[in-house]
């Protein structure tokens, strides 16, 4: 029986456990397998979720249905009997580094409604373009966690159960694929050739750091296929910062693949 990691921490009703309600929101079935996958933004989710709907058998024709996940977040989600009676189930962490960076580069120099958001709640009279990654940074570092947007929640925020059957990660995706095609989980289908909500196609290398560079000039480059490499981003405040906001997610990390797989050494 699996353990959940949240749900008896608070003296409360389960449906008021909002650390825990979070975690589930995010926990889906795949229902041939009787597997939990736990879902993190910016970690490959598109592609495992795109291949979930297909082996659940929802979606049929991936390159004329696959925006289908993005209206049915919540369709597959697992309650408490599906949760703590799963044979199987995978997470898929991601470098801290790389995602948050990913976070920006994606979500706020593409001007995504999102972002939109964030700077409104932000700041009055602020024109998005003037965002940079370091002023990015800083700003989430004085929310709290519960109130962050799920791009950049810690990751450790999306984990329902106490232990999975396996972690994963973003860095050695292929392995994942490979194993869960190998236990009959799931079979991958890259959402990228549909989605293009990746910024690798148009990141190119650059000797300068890009930190305090504004979304009006990082967007301009991306109209180019000229954005800033994810290592590009970081001076060292910017990494100072993220090691702090994501401590937790460097040492879980850390503990299943150590830091071979880094961006950076952390602290250096």
Same mark, same amino acid.
Request: charged share 25%; net charge positive; glycine share 2%.
């Given at each position: 029986?699996?353990?959940?990691?949240?749900?008896?921490?608070?003296?409360?009703? &389960?449906?008021?456990?909002?650390?825990?309600?979070?975690?589930?929101?995010?926990?889906?079935?795949?229902?041939?397998?009787?597997?939990?996958?736990?879902?993190?933004?910016?970690?490959?989710?598109?592609?495992?979720?795109?291949?979930?709907?297909?082996?659940?058998?929802?979606?049929?024709?991936?390159?004329?249905?696959?925006?289908?996940?993005?209206?049915?977040?919540?369709?597959?989600?697992?309650?408490?009997?599906?949760?703590?009676?799963?044979?199987?189930?995978?997470?898929?962490?991601?470098?801290?580094?790389?995602?948050?960076?990913?976070?920006?580069?994606?979500?706020?120099?593409?001007?995504?409604?999102?972002?939109?958001?964030?700077?409104?709640?932000?700041?009055?009279?602020?024109?998005?373009?003037?965002?940079?990654?370091?002023?990015? &940074?800083?700003?989430?570092?004085?929310?709290?966690?519960?109130?962050?947007?799920?791009?950049?929640?810690?990751?450790?925020?999306?984990?329902?159960?106490?232990?999975?059957?396996?972690?994963?990660?973003?860095?050695?995706?292929?392995?994942?694929?490979?194993?869960?095609?190998?236990?009959?989980?799931?079979?991958?289908?890259?959402?990228?050739?549909?989605?293009?909500?990746?910024?690798?196609?148009?990141?190119?290398?650059?000797?300068?750091?890009?930190?305090?560079?504004?979304?009006?000039?990082?967007?301009?480059?991306?109209?180019?296929?000229?954005?800033?490499?994810?290592?590009?981003?970081?001076?060292?405040?910017?990494?100072?910062?993220?090691?702090?906001?994501?401590?937790?997610?460097?040492?879980?990390?850390?503990?299943?693949?150590?830091?071979?797989?880094?961006?950076?050494?952390?602290?250096?």
């Amino acid at each position: 029986m699996n353990k959940l990691k949240f749900a008896g921490r608070f003296d409360c009703q &389960l449906s008021e456990n909002t650390d825990h309600t979070f975690a589930v929101s995010h926990a889906l079935n795949i229902y041939g397998a009787n597997a939990i996958y736990s879902y993190i933004p910016k970690n490959a989710c598109s592609t495992l979720r795109l291949s979930l709907a297909v082996a659940n058998g929802v979606v049929t024709d991936v390159p004329s249905q696959h925006n289908w996940i993005h209206q049915n977040n919540s369709s597959f989600v697992a309650n408490l009997r599906e949760l703590v009676s799963a044979d199987y189930s995978f997470i898929v962490l991601r470098c801290p580094y790389r995602r948050i960076a990913s976070t920006f580069l994606d979500k706020f120099v593409s001007l995504s409604n999102l972002s939109v958001r964030f700077i409104e709640s932000q700041y009055v009279d602020f024109n998005i373009l003037n965002m940079n990654f370091l002023r990015f &940074l800083k700003n989430i570092k004085r929310q709290t966690d519960r109130n962050r947007d799920h791009h950049w929640k810690t990751q450790s925020a999306f984990w329902v159960f106490e232990e999975y059957s396996e972690v994963f990660s973003v860095e050695c995706f292929e392995e994942a694929a490979n194993t869960l095609k190998n236990k009959k989980i799931l079979d991958v289908v890259d959402a990228r050739l549909y989605t293009k909500h990746s910024v690798q196609s148009s990141q190119s290398s650059h000797d300068e750091c890009f930190s305090r560079t504004s979304i009006r000039v990082l967007n301009a480059m991306k109209q180019k296929s000229n954005l800033p490499q994810y290592e590009s981003m970081y001076c060292e405040e910017a990494k100072a910062l993220v090691e702090d906001i994501y401590k937790e997610d460097f040492d879980t990390y850390e503990k299943h693949f150590g830091q071979r797989y880094f961006l950076f050494k952390r602290g250096q």
